[in-house]
């Protein structure tokens, strides 16, 4: 069992920056994949970035790429995605979650943890 804890959300100006964490409980985290992704009111939950179990292979989201880092420190059992030029689209609900595979996972059905999302709020 893995739990997994968001934090770092918030309100910020288009343009702006923010780092979300997601620390994850138990010590098998480094057998995880790790994804971020995000759901707007009234869409589909959609991939942001997902993480291999080593941080040596990401991939992201077309929206999102050149402006998003997923990382994780597997000693610290946390992921990161630092977000960066964030604009007003990037408004969501962020989940991270966590799934048994060796290799990057970009499906959220593949997914097995779940964590209960953090507000981010990108105003024009």
């Known amino acids: 069992q893995v739990q997994l804890v968001e934090s770092g959300g918030g309100l910020v100006q288009a343009g702006g920056s923010l780092r979300l964490s997601c620390a994850a409980s138990?010590?098998?985290?480094?057998?995880?994949?790790m994804g971020w992704f995000r759901q707007a009111p009234g869409k589909e939950r959609d991939f942001v970035a997902g993480?291999?179990?080593?941080?040596?292979?990401?991939y992201y989201a077309d929206s999102v790429k050149g402006r998003f880092t997923i990382s994780r420190d597997n000693a610290k059992n946390t992921v990161y995605l630092q977000m960066n030029s964030l604009k007003p689209e990037d408004t969501a609900v962020y989940y991270c979650?966590?799934?048994?595979?060796?290799?990057?996972?970009?499906?959220?059905?593949?997914?097995?943890?779940w964590g209960q999302g953090t507000q981010v709020t990108v105003s024009s």
């Open positions: 979650a966590a799934g048994f595979s060796l290799v990057v996972i970009t499906t959220a059905p593949k997914y097995d943890y």
């Open positions: 138990g010590r098998t985290f480094s057998s995880y994949a």
């Open positions: 993480i291999n179990w080593s941080g040596g292979s990401t």
